[in-house]
C-alpha cells in the first residue's frame, strides 16, 4: 500500500512543493515513479527510479527517498503545475498507485 | 513519434464482456511490457495488469479485482495489446489508459450499467 500525504497542497505559484509517499513495505530497487494528471488527460511521467527525471521534464521537479518514504520536490510552482500527483511502485509481480496528491493554486 | 491508441470503449451491461484494444506505433513493441490501466469517475489510477515481453515469456500478471475476469494478450505483428474484459460489474466504470513505459494513450471509457 502506497500512502500519499497531503491530501491536498495549497500553495501560490513561485513556492516550493513537497509531496510525500509511503509505502507498508520497503520497496526493492528503490522502483517508484511519480506521475502528473491534469483533468481530462492521460497520466504523465515525471520520475522513475525514485529521482531520475523522465524525458523533457524540467528541472525543477525532482525525486528523492528510499526504502519506504520517498518525496515529489517541485522547486518554484509554475501555474501550469497545478494538478493531481501520484506515486507508482512498480516491480515484477505488479504495480501499485498512491491515492494522489491535489495541488490546488492559493 | 511514439503514438499509443486505445479503441473498444462503449456502453455494456453487467455480466457482459468487452474487449479492449491498445495499438502502439514508433516503437519495437515486441520489447516492452504495455499495462493497462484504468480510472474509475472522479477517482485515482488503478493499475489493472500487464503482459510481458515474448522474450520474457509473454507472461501475465493482473491486479486482484480483475483476476479471473480480465485476460490480457499481444500480437506483436500488429503492435497491439488487447485487454479482454468477461463478467463486467459496475465497479469496472472508467476510463482505461494503455502504457507502454513512459508512453500513455489517452484512454477509451467503458461504461458497465443497465
Keep these: 500500500v502506497l500512502t500519499q500525504s497531503p491530501g491536498t497542497l495549497s500553495l501560490s505559484p513561485g513556492e516550493r512543493a513537497t509531496l510525500s509517499c509511503r509505502a507498508s513495505q520497503s520497496v526493492s530497487n528503490n522502483y517508484v515513479a511519480w506521475y502528473q494528471q491534469k483533468y481530462g488527460q492521460a497520466p504523465r511521467l515525471l520520475i522513475y527510479g525514485a529521482s531520475s527525471r523522465a524525458t523533457g521534464i524540467p528541472d525543477r521537479f525532482s525525486g528523492s ?4 518514504d520517498f518525496s515529489l520536490t517541485i522547486s518554484r510552482l509554475q501555474p501550469e503545475d497545478f494538478a493531481v500527483y501520484y506515486c507508482q511502485q512498480y516491480g515484477r509481480s505488479g504495480i501499485t498507485f498512491g491515492q494522489g496528491t491535489r495541488l490546488e493554486i492559493k | 513519434e511514439i503514438q499509443v491508441v486505445e479503441s473498444g470503449g ?15 506505433s514508433g516503437l519495437r513493441f515486441g520489447d516492452y511490457a504495455p499495462t493497462w490501466v484504468r480510472q474509475a469517475p472522479g477517482k485515482g489510477l488503478e493499475w489493472v495488469g500487464f503482459i510481458r515481453s515474448e522474450l520474457k515469456g509473454g507472461t501475465t500478471e493482473y491486479a486482484a479485482s480483475v483476476r479471473g475476469r480480465f485476460t490480457i494478450s499481444r500480437d506483436d505483428s500488429k503492435a497491439t495489446v488487447y485487454l479482454q474484459m468477461n463478467r463486467l460489474e459496475i465497479e469496472d466504470t472508467g476510463v482505461y489508459y494503455c502504457s507502454v513505459e513512459e508512453w500513455w494513450g489517452q484512454g477509451t471509457l467503458v461504461t458497465v450499467s443497465s
Design chain 2, 10 to 24: 462503449g456502453l455494456v451491461q453487467p455480466g457482459r464482456s468487452l474487449r479492449l484494444s491498445c495499438e502502439v
Design chain 1, 65 to 68: 527517498g528510499s526504502g519506504t
